[in-house]
């Protein structure tokens, strides 16, 4: 019977070409819209993920103390001890088949003096192994290649045992130094001094060898990234602010949280918290970013996928009216209605199925065009240009087809019902689909 | 073999609300048919014929009475047991025909066997071809009902109601939108079937001529039986 009922609505949609044509272009156009506007959304959350993880040095899980939100106020109090680093490094080797690296942060409230100009920072030291790593990471070179026009590289090695320090563009304009290239640096000698966190005024010597980019809007002028060695020695500490947990791609991440929140608790009760990489307090730039992103793709989506589908309906509806006899006729052969409400839902998945299927094609094709045209535009929080990038994948396809298809088919079982409730003798006595 | 009663109407009415005034379009009908039979009801125009025929195809529900279908009452029936009394039990041949376009003259006769669902592709093919070779019309299997002249297109519908072997076929004004020579072919090919397989039918018309072979015919004006 399924075969008749296909036969049917398939026929059906024959009955009037043009109608069917245009109500099919309808939905092209709607998924086409869909699947580009999902598919930049996925590209650009792919990067802003990557940037968060990688670039930024966070990881996938974050360890602190519990507390750590005032780390600023009270340094030393959050500082995690390096036998603390090492026993929870120790602990979490359980896990070592989820864990592809682990880097540890120490961030400090310090001042740069250059040309006897004296200018504040805040510093990000980073365990020198990690950072490499994590800089040049294959999920990060991939998915900023070809989005931006920067790719990042680790901190660059002075001498043996040694790297220099990194700097914004914006805090080398700030500091006088200008270049033809913002990116390239021109090498330079300088000091960081500041209070340690004992309160004893201490400094260093370094060299900035290498400028950086950063999304965070208040950072640009005053980041700047070094190893973490240099930092202690600033600091006059052993310990970091945070632990940085990488994980391999296959890991469940909340799973994960869960797991190592448990270890925490149990190992070292009330101390440490770990975090998500995709929260607030972690990366407030790829959360805001993300949700401006996801808010805008739900407003089109329900704009566009709500006037497509609304369209079709109408015209589905307009059909159903049109064969009432039909209708009529097939129940007084003793069909259910729920049976003759299956041939118009099958009408609208041949529909649905037909305009997913060449909207895809066409999906890709413009995808393509877009990404060759190489349209350039400056994101908030980004990393210098950017290009307008479209990735379309068959999951991303398949999710936007039963965004758009599922709702279809619901509303036209509904659209059926109102028909299919009349009496039998006012739908059998309506000829204008009898033959 | 005596026969027995297939269908029994006791007191049935039927009022029609239009905007605020009743019209009643039956009014207590006392009516049996029995197995085998070949019924006419004939009636001018708004004498309650279709209104019966629908009452009895449970296509209407009538306000009061009780209609009986081999001793059950088919007054009010769910819809599930609605469709499985139309399909099991009523065999329908309608005025318009009410062939679907789309599907071959095939198909359309194919189509009540569908709900059938212990009936194989192979029993369907034959009890199909069997109700085509009844009509005269198994060379046309494969044509639109579009491609058929109206007499054609009749024997198709009657093909249809002959083909999940029905206790009662009800045929309301099957003629009427065919010219008289075609009118009296399928009248007689009714007439045949009926004394070929002893099938019941319920044959409503407004057109006296068509009836001169038929044994019982029942007279309606305004509602009531005249005479039987």
Redesign the interface.
């Known amino acids: 019977m399924t075969n008749t009922f296909f036969r049917l609505a398939y026929r059906g949609l024959l009955r009037n070409k043009k109608r069917t044509a245009l109500t099919a272009l309808a939905f092209i156009i709607g998924y086409v819209g869909l699947l580009i506007l999902a598919g930049y959304t996925y590209r650009v959350n792919n990067v802003l993920l990557n940037q968060a993880i990688y670039l930024n040095m966070n990881g996938h899980i974050r360890i602190q103390k519990i507390g750590a939100e005032n780390y600023w106020a009270a340094p030393l109090k959050y500082l995690i001890s390096q036998d603390h680093i090492l026993a929870i490094i120790k602990e979490l080797q359980i896990f070592d088949d989820n864990i592809e690296f682990v880097g540890e942060k120490l961030k400090v409230a310090s001042q740069i003096v250059y040309d006897d100009k004296t200018y504040p920072v805040f510093i990000d030291g980073y365990s020198l192994n990690a950072e490499k790593r994590a800089r040049t990471h294959p999920k990060l070179q991939q998915s900023l290649s070809g989005f931006f026009s920067y790719v990042p590289t680790p901190l660059i090695q002075t001498k043996v045992n040694s790297v220099g320090a990194s700097i914004t563009p914006e805090l080398s304009h700030i500091m006088g130094i200008v270049t033809r290239d913002p990116i390239a640096p021109p090498a330079f000698d300088a000091q960081l001094v500041g209070l340690d966190f004992e309160s004893n005024l201490n400094a260093i010597d370094i060299i900035v060898n290498r400028r950086h980019l950063t999304s965070s809007a208040f950072m640009r002028n005053y980041s700047v990234e070094m190893d973490i060695e240099s930092a202690r020695r600033l600091t006059n500490v052993d310990g970091a602010s945070e632990i940085n947990i990488f994980l391999k791609s296959e890991v469940n991440l909340n799973q994960f949280l869960n797991n190592t929140n448990d270890l925490l608790e149990k190992k070292f009760p009330q101390q440490f918290k770990a975090e998500l990489f995709s929260t607030d307090e972690v990366s407030p730039e790829y959360t805001g970013n993300m949700s401006f992103l996801m808010v805008m793709m739900v407003f089109f989506l329900i704009i566009i996928g709500g006037s497509v589908i609304l369209s079709i309906l109408n015209v589905l509806t307009m059909s159903i009216m049109e064969r009432k006899s039909e209708i009529g006729t097939l129940l007084s052969l003793g069909y259910s209605k729920f049976q003759v409400r299956k041939i118009f839902i099958y009408e609208s998945f041949i529909l649905g199925t037909f305009g997913i299927f060449i909207g895809y094609i066409i999906s890709l094709f413009f995808a393509s065009v877009i990404n060759n045209l190489e349209f350039t535009f400056t994101p908030p929080g980004a990393l210098g240009v950017a290009f307008i990038r479209i990735d379309i994948n068959i999951l991303l396809g398949f999710y936007i087809a039963i965004i758009m298809l599922l709702p279809l088919l619901i509303l036209s079982y509904f659209a059926t019902c109102k028909q299919t409730q009349k009496k039998l003798v006012h739908l059998l006595n309506d000829n204008e689909g009898g033959t | 073999m005596a026969a027995s009663t297939l269908l029994e109407l006791n007191d049935v009415e039927k009022t029609y609300l239009l905007g605020e005034v009743k019209v009643p379009a039956l009014s207590k009908i006392n009516l049996k048919i029995n197995t085998g039979e070949f019924t006419t009801i004939i009636g001018p125009s708004g004498s309650g014929k279709t209104t019966l025929m629908?009452l009895i195809?449970?296509?209407?529900t009538p306000d009061a009475g009780q209609i009986l279908f081999e001793g059950l009452d088919i007054s009010n029936l769910t819809?599930?047991r609605r469709?499985?009394?139309?399909?099991?039990k009523i065999g329908?041949v309608?005025q318009?025909?009410?062939?679907?376009?789309?599907?071959s003259v095939f198909?359309n006769v194919?189509?009540?066997l569908?709900?059938i669902e212990k009936m194989s592709a192979q029993e369907r093919h034959d009890r199909v071809a069997w109700c085509l070779d009844n009509v005269g019309l198994f060379d046309f299997k494969n044509y639109r009902?579009?491609q058929l002249s109206g007499g054609q297109?009749q024997r198709v519908a009657i093909a249809?109601a002959l083909s999940?072997h029905p206790k009662l076929i009800l045929a309301d004004e099957p003629t009427a939108n065919l010219d008289s020579k075609t009118a009296h072919q399928i009248i007689n090919l009714l007439l045949d079937l009926n004394e070929k397989y002893n099938l019941t039918f319920l044959f409503c018309s407004h057109d006296e001529k068509l009836i001169k072979r038929v044994r019982r015919v029942i007279h309606l004006s305004d509602g009531s039986i005249l005479n039987d």
């Not at chain 2, 195809?57 to 209407?60: A, C, Q, V």
């Not at chain 2, 469709?83 to 099991?88: A, H, P, Q, R, V």
């Not at chain 2, 318009?96 to 599907?103: E, G, M």
């Open positions: 629908n195809g449970s296509l209407d819809n599930n469709s499985e009394y139309l399909n099991k329908f309608f318009s025909f009410n062939l679907i376009p789309v599907l198909e194919e189509l009540p569908l709900v009902p579009d297109r249809r999940n």
